[in-house]
């Protein structure tokens, strides 16, 4: 029997995006068949069937436009997802806390002179693309505080980052409202006990790559890459507010705790 729809609930138009696994295509199916398709677009919310990876995704789509993204687990990470069930999500959205994250905006600038914007929800990265190591300079809102580091790379994490590249790099992880980026460098050969800073979030980070022809670096932003680059500026885009739902003791400040205790 269907459930009626005279009650009034916190989002009535709800549309569902797949990551396109069989399992995360058929959730969609079961989904769209009980709830309606709705084109994304105009929807109250988003429900993002899949992995951390279509999380990201969708984040970065409807990034700007204060649309509430609750995911459900239908891939092999989950970090950033709900458990899937289908039957009372309306219910669940009811009930799901927001958590606001801010994104990173990245200045990458190429050997031509051209500049490249792009935002990243979890990390900037700084990555060698050959076999030599990266050497770069780091600068912290104008003011030179490493004049040559020799490493693979270097990463730049938001607070919801902290738990992702950054964490396998051995960066720190942040509680979600700590006002702090980390910087960390991936494999460091000098100096050798550089392990990294931890910046206030209101903080302008600018990276020059020496030696920038003989020693090739690309620039990421999540998933957008730009390559041989000659310069990276990164700051925190406080200006754009993302919003992720999630169910009441699940939230990102409790995972995040949780993966500072190991389990």
């Known amino acids: 029997m269907q459930p009626s729809k005279s009650a009034k609930h916190r989002f009535e138009r709800i549309a569902f995006l797949s990551s396109g696994t069989p399992e995360a295509n058929a959730a ?13 677009e105009t929807a109250d919310v988003v429900v993002a069937l899949g992995g951390d990876g279509l999380m990201l995704q969708t984040l970065h789509r409807f990034m700007g436009k204060n649309k509430p993204i609750y995911g459900m687990k239908r891939g092999s990470v989950g970090f950033l997802m709900n458990e899937f069930h289908g039957p009372d999500l309306e219910q669940r959205l009811d009930q799901a806390e927001a958590s606001i994250v801010y994104p ?8 031509q002179g051209e500049s490249i914007k ?13 076999y030599q190591a990266a050497k770069m300079r780091i600068s912290i809102d104008g003011k030179e505080r490493l004049g040559e580091l020799i490493a693979d790379g270097l990463l730049v994490a938001t607070p919801v980052g902290s738990t992702a590249y950054n964490l396998s790099a051995h960066g720190p992880i942040l509680p979600l409202d700590a006002t702090l980026m980390p910087l960390t460098p991936i494999a460091a050969f000098r100096p050798r006990r ?4 931890l910046l206030p979030d209101t903080a302008r980070v600018t990276i020059d790559i020496l030696e920038a022809e003989k020693r090739p670096v690309a620039a990421v932003a999540d998933h957008f890459e730009v390559k041989n680059v000659v310069k990276v500026t990164v700051a925190m885009d406080h200006a754009t507010g ?3 739902l999630h169910d009441p003791g699940h939230s990102l400040d409790e995972r995040i705790l949780r993966e500072q205790f190991g389990y």
């Open 28 to 40: 969609q199916a079961s989904l769209a068949a009980r709830f309606g398709m709705i084109d994304p």
């Open 104 to 111: 990173l905006l990245m200045e990458a600038t190429g050997a």
């Open 118 to 130: 792009a935002r990243a929800v979890n990390e900037v990265s700084i990555l060698r693309q050959a």
């Open 194 to 197: 550089w392990r990294g800073a």
């Open 242 to 244: 993302l919003v992720i």
